[in-house]
């Protein structure tokens, strides 16, 4: 019984990982690639020149502009963020560090929408600054500023959650001999830790680039959805979709979709660079 048993696990061994495959590939092809397909098939359907009309339309440029601007705008200061914490959680020991590692991952668990109302309760006209903000002249909420703090708190997490484990990899042995060698705090990161990180970090800039531009329930709650003036892509896409425009509706969707492949292919370059410099 015991030689039936083992004769059989080869055979089993070999159709496990074929089967795996199998089912990988027919979960990508219904969730991904088919919607995708269905997607820019929609948006070309009536035409090259339709498609390219409904990209060029005012409100259309408009909200393809904010969304560059608020993604050039949050990108950098996430990446700031994420440094320092990443730095701070990994390379030292302090109290409150764990407190620091469940707010870093908070916007992991909390539904974007409630991210927007927090700036709503506090930035509204009848929030805790809102009258303030309202006798200065002060625009947040259904404003760009807005825009940009509510995609700022549903991304901060991606470079740093990106840096952590890494820099947790590394240890602090380097470190440690660069400062007895008299190398100062700044001088020590950018000659020792930057070099080890840059592959992380480069990973962790683009997941939280592609968030931002395609961030959708925050956003909604603070734009106040003004046409040509708070509606970034995402949101763009919902109006046009709402109104019936579908074509438009897709079109934008999918120069979004082509935005986030782009990101995605870049990490994948990225990836393959860094396993090959290893």
């Known amino acids: 019984?015991?030689?039936?048993?083992?004769?059989?696990?080869?055979?089993?061994?070999?159709?496990?990982?074929?089967?795996?495959?199998?089912?990988?590939?027919?979960?990508?092809?219904?969730?991904?690639?088919?919607?995708?397909?269905?997607?820019?098939?929609?948006?070309?359907?009536?035409?090259?020149?339709v498609y390219l009309a409904a990209l060029r339309s005012p409100d259309t440029i408009k909200a393809i502009?904010?969304?560059?601007?608020?993604?050039?705008i949050v990108v950098p200061l996430n990446t700031v963020f994420g440094v320092c914490a990443a730095w701070a959680i990994a390379k030292f020991d302090f109290r409150g560090k764990q407190f620091l590692i469940t707010l870093i991952d908070l916007p992991f668990s909390v539904s974007p929408v409630v991210a927007g109302l927090v700036f709503i309760l506090?930035?509204?006209?009848?929030?805790?600054?809102?009258?303030?903000?309202?006798?200065?002249?002060?625009?947040?909420?259904?404003?760009?500023?807005?825009?940009?703090?509510?995609?700022?708190?549903?991304?901060?997490?991606?470079?740093?959650?990106?840096?952590?484990?890494?820099?947790?990899?590394?240890?602090?042995?380097?470190?440690?001999?660069?400062?007895?060698?008299?190398?100062?705090?700044?001088?020590?990161?950018?000659?020792?830790?930057?070099?080890?990180?840059?592959?992380?970090?480069?990973?962790?800039?683009?997941?939280?680039?592609?968030?931002?531009?395609?961030?959708?329930?925050a956003v909604a709650v603070v734009s106040g959805h003004i046409r040509g003036l708070t509606t970034t892509m995402p949101l763009q896409i919902e109006i046009m979709y709402n109104e019936y425009d579908l074509v438009g509706a897709f079109a934008v969707a999918s120069l979004l979709m082509m935005l986030a492949v782009i990101s995605l292919l870049a990490k994948l370059a990225f990836e393959a660079l860094g396993a090959r410099r290893h």
């Not at 089912?23 to 269905?38: K, N, R, W």
Request: proline share 5%.
């Open 1 to 49: 019984m015991k030689a039936r048993i083992l004769k059989f696990l080869p055979t089993a061994d070999s159709l496990v990982k074929p089967a795996l495959i199998v089912i990988s590939l027919v979960f990508l092809a219904v969730v991904l690639i088919i919607p995708v397909v269905s997607v820019i098939g929609y948006a070309v359907s009536k035409g090259l020149d």
């Open 65 to 72: 502009q904010l969304t560059l601007m608020t993604a050039a």
């Open 122 to 217: 506090l930035f509204g006209s009848k929030g805790w600054f809102g009258p303030w903000l309202q006798q200065n002249h002060i625009s947040i909420v259904f404003a760009f500023p807005g825009i940009v703090l509510a995609t700022l708190l549903v991304t901060f997490p991606y470079v740093a959650r990106e840096l952590i484990p890494v820099m947790q990899l590394q240890g602090r042995g380097a470190e440690e001999a660069a400062t007895s060698l008299g190398a100062r705090g700044w001088m020590t990161f950018f000659r020792v830790t930057l070099p080890d990180i840059r592959w992380a970090l480069l990973y962790g800039i683009i997941l939280c680039n592609a968030r931002a531009m395609g961030e959708f329930g």
